[in-house]
């Protein structure tokens, strides 16, 4: 589509959706491949330390990932704890707490089977892969913060507005996910799902 302005000049107008455009700048954000390469080495080397870790990670004995699963697990704690701040009153603000505390424990694991799925991703889905990283990691601190200054009666609010915060943090971590494993269809999974039942090693197709 094009729109011809008063002076005369023509300017074509992107027709697609703006988080389409978004996307498309983060796999394209080549200036992250310094940082996401040696992250990836570092990552892959922890990984592959321990024999079969990497397999028990990408979920080999369940037949496909379990990284997307487990994000449910931490989520749904942050976000119960961020429904009984706004409207569990005062009773509820212990109960609160221990729901961030255990979302913060939930999502180490989660971390860990996520790296595993990054672990060997080429080009715009490791750049993708890494800015979902850094957004989880940063609502993590977030919500660890919270937990933390909930410690103190006079914190609760901060601890509330932390926790808010980290939710929001944590959406653009889980589009960004959701991106990864619907449009580019990123995850593990047994060969037998792709008609081929020789090999029973979860891989993916977009792994070097």
Partial sequence: MTDTSTTGTTSTT???????????????????????????RLVEKALTATPGLLGLLRGKGVGHAV???????????????????LVGGRAA??????????????????????SAEWVGLREGDKRV?????????????????????RRHERQHGLGVVLALGAGAVAGIGGYLGGHLSVARDIGSRDPAYAGDPTSREPVSPHRV
């Fill in 93 to 114: 603000r212990p109960a609160a707490r221990l729901l961030v505390g255990l979302g913060c424990v939930a999502a180490l694991p989660t971390f860990a089977t996520g």
């Fill in 129 to 149: 892969g890494y800015v979902h990283a850094v957004a989880n990691g940063t609502s993590f601190a977030m919500y660890a913060a919270s937990w933390w200054v």
């Fill in 67 to 85: 990284h997307p699963p487990m994000t449910d697990v931490p989520i749904g704690a942050w976000l119960s704890a961020s429904a009984l701040d």
């Fill in 14 to 40: 992107d027709p697609r959706p703006v988080s389409v455009r978004a996307m498309e700048a983060v796999e394209g954000a080549t200036w992250l491949d310094k940082t996401v390469d040696v992250e990836q």
